[in-house]
């Protein structure tokens, strides 16, 4: 089975740019976690989505959205970007929602914000 | 509030002497417990996990952690450390919740192994 796929690896934009990350889950696994990893605070958790529908959300501003497609593929999209947005961000699936479902990581998106 | 803590942030060992990483968590619900493994510019990868079975749970590249409830602990070992384990390692947490679906992440625990 292929493993999560995320795209692009790299990124780098200027302030002030939006930017869409993708995320492609393991085939059969219908929920995507989005998580922010930043040297100073560690790894965050942004949103879960579940069904196409957003179940969980971490304390992020509303510039961070997301989406599901019925395909289990999700998106997510930071706009009007500040300098703090650069960051790896990693996109995890699993089959459902139960709490002790261990998540499959991708290798993240390098987002570098100048 | 629920929260894990990694209890070193750096750890240093020789090429074939024993790792240990240490995590504890709060304990307001019964958790799930897991352990994963962050090479540079990759992502995480599951070492292990605990979800209420035998308290000593093993795991790839010859890890291992126990569960102790009474000391709300969840240590990770490994008795000879090798070259390829140098690496960041993260405890986190899951808790039965009608909020499922969000994990508790430690700090990390830089693991580095000299030759």
């Known amino acids: 089975k292929a493993g999560v796929t995320q795209t692009p690896r790299y990124l780098i934009k200027t302030r002030g740019q939006q930017v869409t990350l993708s995320c492609s889950p393991i085939s059969g696994h219908r929920s995507v976690s989005w998580y922010q990893q930043t040297p100073g605070q560690g790894l965050q958790f942004l949103f879960e989505y579940f069904s196409e529908t957003q179940r969980n959300k971490g304390n992020f501003p509303g510039r961070f959205s997301g989406r599901q497609f019925s395909n289990s593929r999700s998106e997510m999209n930071v706009s009007t970007l500040e300098l703090g947005d650069s960051a790896l961000y990693l996109c995890?699936?699993?089959?459902?929602?139960?709490?002790?479902?261990?998540?499959?990581f991708g290798n993240g998106t390098r987002l570098t914000v100048t | 509030a629920q929260s894990v803590t990694q209890l070193d942030s750096h750890v240093s060992v020789s090429e074939g002497t024993p790792v240990l990483l240490r995590c504890n968590y709060s304990?307001?619900?019964?958790?799930?417990l897991f352990w994963y493994v962050q090479h540079p510019n990759k992502g995480l990868q599951l070492l292990l996990k605990y979800t209420s079975a035998a308290t000593l749970v093993k795991g790839i590249n010859g890890f291992e952690a126990e569960f102790k409830k009474s000391e709300t602990s969840f240590h990770l070992t490994k008795p000879s450390a090798h070259m390829s384990d140098a690496a960041e390692y993260f405890c986190?947490?899951?808790?039965?919740?009608?909020?499922?679906?969000?994990?508790?992440f430690g700090q990390g625990t830089t693991l580095q192994v000299k030759p």
């Open positions: 995890a699936s699993s089959p459902g929602r139960s709490y002790n479902s261990p998540l499959h």
């Open positions: 304990s307001s619900y019964s958790p799930s």
């Open positions: 986190v947490v899951s808790y039965r919740s009608s909020n499922t679906g969000k994990l508790i």
